[in-house]
């Protein structure tokens, strides 16, 4: 069966003692009872290997928010997907639509990334989602078929170690939520794809999590859909009390 996650994204935010102090208090927050999810925090590369060392592994993963698309070498401020796992950091978020957008992150290039986070062991969270043009003019399956071609050239071996997570771009940072209602179709769409590619059972077994202006006044309505299988959190997760309400939605 599919787990269900919640998996936070810092962004470019938090100095390292502010990450610290936030994984701390994540970390004494989550201590006393058992989440009904597993709960991953995606962090800047320079906070890894710091908050690595002081969470429960039993109660949180730690995540990066991108890795190379090289192995190693000559490529001057990059961090490989090795560097990520020697932090002891188990995921990372690929294909992140602010990649894609302010630094051209294209299917190919998302091909290779999540090549090399696998062969690293990394589990990728392979992000997908459509802007809100495409979704007027009713292109938003279109767009998302096309991007999940970075993830379709994978083995069924492989395909079955990654987390996909649907983020409609007009809805990130928006406070813009996609109603319950679009978020299962679009999930439902995207498990019917990967259905199509991999089979029923890869498909049924596969973590789609949703990700826009989710918080804990709206998780439950969305987390509540057969395809919604948690959710990837912005703004949400910057503060240790949004994001563990957001975590008791699958309570
Ligand atoms: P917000 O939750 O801030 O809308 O961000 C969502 C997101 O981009 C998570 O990756």
């Known amino acids: 069966m599919r787990k269900n996650i919640v998996a936070g994204n810092w962004k470019m935010n938090k100095t390292l003692q502010e990450g610290i102090a936030l994984a701390k208090e994540l ?13 991953v925090i995606c962090t800047p590369f320079i ?30 401020g990059e961090v490989s997907a090795a560097m990520v796992a020697s932090t002891g950091a188990k995921y990372v978020i690929l294909g992140h639509s602010e990649r894609r957008a302010y630094y051209g992150e294209t299917v190919a290039m998302l091909e290779e990334k999540v ?23 009713n292109k938003q399956n279109e767009v998302v078929a096309a991007q999940m071609a970075s993830v379709f050239s994978l083995s069924a071996a492989d395909f079955s170690k990654i987390v996909l997570a ?14 319950p209602a679009q978020a299962q179709e679009m999930h439902a769409f995207i498990r019917s794809i990967v259905a ?13 999590l949703y990700g826009g202006s989710c918080k804990p006044s709206n998780a439950r309505e969305l987390f509540v859909n057969p395809d919604v299988d948690g959710g ?6 910057l503060k240790a ?7 008791d939605a699958f309570n």
């Open 115 to 137: 090549k090399l986070a696998l062969a690293n062991g990394l589990t990728p969270i392979f992000c997908v989602g459509e802007v809100l043009d495409e979704r007027d003019n």
């Open 166 to 179: 649907y983020e409609p771009v007009w809805a990130i940072g928006t406070g813009k939520t996609a109603t």
């Open 47 to 76: 906070h890894l290997a710091s908050v690595t060392a002081l969470v429960d592994p039993a109660k949180m993963a730690v995540g990066a928010e991108n890795c190379a698309d090289k192995e190693s070498g000559a490529y001057t």
């Open 27 to 39: 970390n004494e927050i989550l201590a006393g009872e058992k989440a009904n999810c597993d709960v």
């Open 196 to 208: 199509e590619k991999y089979g029923k059972e890869i498909a049924d077994d596969c973590s789609i």
């Open 241 to 247: 009390s949004d994001f563990k309400g957001i975590i």
């Open 232 to 237: 990837l959190i912005g703004g949400a997760a």
